[in-house]
């Protein structure tokens, strides 16, 4: 019987230099799962390997949410599932795990990594939906209810590392932002067809930045010609070319308007609104509810909800202060300084 030819060896695409640049050539860090010496030292020096991610606040997440055996349980922002599967580990044996996302490229890797865990579908139950419309899944299912509820307000890393999303103002990359990129607006086609007055509204309201009427104004005169992050980099430093700002503070700028497009192009304020209005229904009685927020308008918004529905009998707890990532957490990810966790109890 004759042999087998051997698989031919396939070398790695070369890059050059002497260090991957693209994102795409990021080889350690894309499969990690290869390099842990490698990935362990991105992680000591207090950065996030492209393509990884690095769950915030997760010891006092899983303190307040205190999952038990036997629990269902909801992360309504799966992400990368690192809360996720802290989750799905004190559930068991005999609980379950609904993870919700948006984000179908995300999702689909993310329930690959779960499942190769040792996660079927018994114990977790991926979804590719927004958390606005968490109030009918538990009636979908059969349920009277769920035991705890998560919402990581966050834009995953591998969401802001990958240029070709559009989220990131270090790398060059089309202007997207969308989660679902096969629905809605991008942000460049968002900033060809809105009026100057809107886009001051935007960025005033979604990012409280002093420099909006200046911002807006350049992004208007520059309208159909901002296509990539570069572009909207450019326009931004433009607006700001006689202010005399420090590099930092600039830098701040440009990170704050990234942030304000984001949240319009997602519609993430509205779709929190509608979570927080029907998150108590979802909830069991002694149900607790986490909600990691990352902008004061998020902050807001969870802490006037969390409140109303103490004062209306819904919650019978709720935070009295939001919780901040550790000091130590800080250092080592600083990704992590502005999460302000929120949490409640169903009466």
């Keep these: 019987m004759a042999e087998e030819p051997e698989t031919p060896h396939r070398r790695r695409p070369r890059y050059k230099g002497t260090h ?3 994102f795409a050539e990021k080889y ?3 499969n990690p799962e290869l390099y842990p010496e490698d990935v362990e030292k991105v992680l000591a020096r207090g950065a996030t390997p492209a393509g990884g991610h690095r769950s915030i606040c997760l010891d006092e997440v899983l303190e307040v949410l205190a999952p038990m055996p036997g629990e269902t349980a909801i992360d309504a922002t799966l992400g990368h599932g690192g809360h996720g599967l802290a989750i799905l580990k004190a559930i068991q044996p005999g609980g379950r ?3 919700l996302d948006r984000d179908p490229r995300e999702l689909a890797l ?9 996660f079927g579908e018994e114990a977790f139950s991926p979804r590719l939906m927004n958390f606005s419309g968490i109030g009918g899944l538990p009636q979908a299912e059969g ?3 769920v035991d705890l509820v998560l919402a990581d307000l966050g834009v995953s890393s591998m969401q802001i590392d990958d240029p070709e999303r559009g989220f990131t103002f270090k790398r060059e990359g089309p202007l997207d932002m969308r989660m679902d ?22 960025i005033e309201e979604y990012s409280d930045e002093a420099e909006a009427p200046a911002i807006a104004r350049v992004l208007t005169q520059r309208r159909g010609r901002i296509l ?3 572009d909207l980099v450019e326009a931004v430093r433009a607006a700001l070319e006689s202010r005399l700002n420090p590099e930092e503070e600039t830098r701040k700028i440009i990170r704050r308007v990234f942030q304000a497009l984001r949240i319009e192009v997602n519609g993430e304020l509205a779709a929190l609104d509608a979570f927080l209005a029907v998150l108590p229904s979802v909830l069991k009685p002694g149900g607790r509810a986490a909600v990691l927020c990352f902008h004061s308008g998020e902050e807001g918004r969870v802490e006037r909800s969390f409140r109303e529905g103490l004062g209306q009998g819904l919650y019978s707890r709720v935070a009295e202060a939001a919780i901040r990532p550790s000091a130590e957490e800080r250092r080592r990810n600083p990704r992590s300084s502005s999460a302000r966790l929120r949490w409640a109890v169903r009466a």
């Design 143 to 145: 349920l009277d209810g």
């Design 181 to 202: 990129q096969n629905r809605g607006e991008s942000a460049a086609e968002l900033l060809a067809a809105l009026p100057e007055a809107r886009l001051r509204a935007i």
């Design 97 to 99: 795990l609904f993870g």
């Design 110 to 118: 993310t329930v690959e990594r779960l499942r190769a865990a040792g």
């Design 228 to 230: 990539t992050t570069r």
């Design 20 to 22: 991957p640049r693209a």
């Design 28 to 30: 350690k860090e894309l």
